[in-house]
């Protein structure tokens, strides 16, 4: 029996994104903001282990290579089993190590990891030398990279003499350690007193990381073919299934986890989430937080954008105005913005209202109803205009920059192809409404942010994004189609109209934000999952 349930102390997370190291969505924020807010308590040691890919510059931020305690003065190294089938093969590691904000942060170093120049899929920098590595193509070798990582950081808590209280597992990549922990011998008794977590930020068909060859899944992972088998969704061995057995699961918003669960989108998922409740395994909600700091539009020196206001405060929106005007004036052709390349023009006039939307190019974020409703707008509504910011599938970014370039649109659509923190600040701030057409959304982070610089969502009401209050904090709409989400921007429209509607909207947002989804208030349920997870040691 473990003994002290509830004394949560030493937690470690493995994730193969963190917020200013390396990321593609989301999940880079979520993993930083819940590490530093349980960092942040006295008593608590929080540890983040990630790759090292090539575009990480250790040295320039600030790591350096972590000493093997055996051995002052000497860097550690070891080695991972990592059979491929019916060939016997391992893999070195090398560890980067950073003291950021209480937390320990540790880059596994190895060539795997270092040889790609970015998360999840291969560059136009990688495509030129190897024609075969398609940009925007996912890496060839995903499983055996997501099975090196869970490896290489069990071995390290090893190697440190570590036993966490927690491990928590962030989505498919790190979601079969739960099994290798509890399975095989040497992790089995060394990890006996950790409670296992895994959370699944998106349950969508291409992030299980699940894979169809169960020979090399066996091989390559160590566990035993009974229970690759036992855990297949379809014909795949499936990491979140096996996660079910043997962790406690949990995804990024209440509504999400009931959809998987309890409706017919979880077709979305490729029914995993009815796979898991067949097996008795019930899906835990806990909505992702936020941290208002790092989105305070009261300092324009940290956030990047034109000029400081308060959302709060009725007598300070000039500054508002200003950051307005700013992001018009440089897409009017008079500014440069940097990392991303413009499409289209905006005329500058304040006056008029101008809806944002920043996000990922893919059928996943409605880019196609988005697309449909824009023309609508725009050939209906002669005040509408509308900035763009993302980059993503060849088709979308396609009929993006044909919108932008229309014609009979130019002063009223821009398309700004790329990403950049700071642009995406500028707008946030600039915007008077924010387009949020996502098929389905596990959480939503944008719909926050974009609220803390007061800029009034209009979502489809699906997943985590019910947390909009329709007519309150946002404009909501129910169903998938260009008719709904067009009625929903009319709405906005005539609220434009009457400037105490907007303040009144703009200050409820984030009121609701800051009395309800801080990471303060989110880490404690967290810690409830955490006293679970260690309570199922019993």
Known sequence: MIKDQGSIKNIWMLTREYAGLAGAGGVKDVVKQLACTLARWNGRSVSVVMPRYGLIQAVDQGFEPLQDPLQPGVNLEFAVTMNYTDVERQETFGVWHKKINRMNVYLLEAQRFREKADVYTYTPAEEGPEPWKKQGMGHVDYFAMNVLLQKGALALMQLLHERPDIIHCHDGHTAILPAMIREIDGFRHYFRGTGLIVTIHNAGTGYHQDVADLPFAREITGLSRETILENRLGENFDPLIVAGRYAVLNTVSENYARELQE????????????????????????????????????????????????????????????????????????????????????????????????????????????????????????????????????????????????????????????????????????????????????????????????????????????????????????????????????????????????????????????????????????????????????
């Open 263 to 538: 409706t017919h989108d979880d077709h979305l998922t490729g029914w995993l989430g009815h796979r898991l409740a067949e097996m008795g395994i019930v899906l835990q909600g806990v909505t992702n937080g936020i941290d208002p700091a790092d989105f305070d539009s009261r300092r324009p020196e940290k956030t990047g954008i034109a000029a400081g206001y308060d959302p709060l405060d009725d007598q300070d929106v000039g500054g508002k105005r200003n950051c307005k005007i700013s992001i018009l004036q440089k897409l009017s052709g008079n500014g440069i913005l940097p990392e991303v390349r413009q499409f289209g023009h905006l005329n500058a006039d304040p006056d008029k209202p101008l809806f944002t939307f920043i996000g990922r190019l893919n059928q996943q974020k409605g880019v196609d109803i988005l697309i449909s409703s824009i023309r609508y707008m725009l050939h209906h509504h002669e005040d509408f205009r509308v900035a763009l910011l993302g980059s993503g599938g060849a088709w979308e970014e396609d009929q993006m920059i044909a919108l932008a370039e229309q014609r009979g649109n130019r002063g009223r659509v821009c398309f700004l192809r790329g990403f950049s923190p700071a642009t995406a600040n500028q707008l946030y701030a600039a915007g008077d409404f924010f387009l949020i057409p996502s098929r389905y959304e596990p959480c939503g982070l944008t719909d926050y942010i974009a609220q803390l610089f007061g800029n009034i969502p209009i979502v489809h009401s699906v997943g985590g994004l019910v947390k909009v209050l329709d007519g309150k904090t946002g404009f909501t709409y129910k169903t998938n189609s260009r008719e709904d989400m067009v009625k929903a921007i009319a709405r906005a429209m005539a609220c434009y109209a009457s400037p105490e509607c907007v303040r009144r909207m703009q200050r409820d947002s984030v009121t609701q934000i800051r009395e309800n989804h801080t990471w303060d208030k989110v880490m404690k349920q967290y810690l409830q999952l955490y006293k679970k997870a260690r309570q199922e040691l019993m």
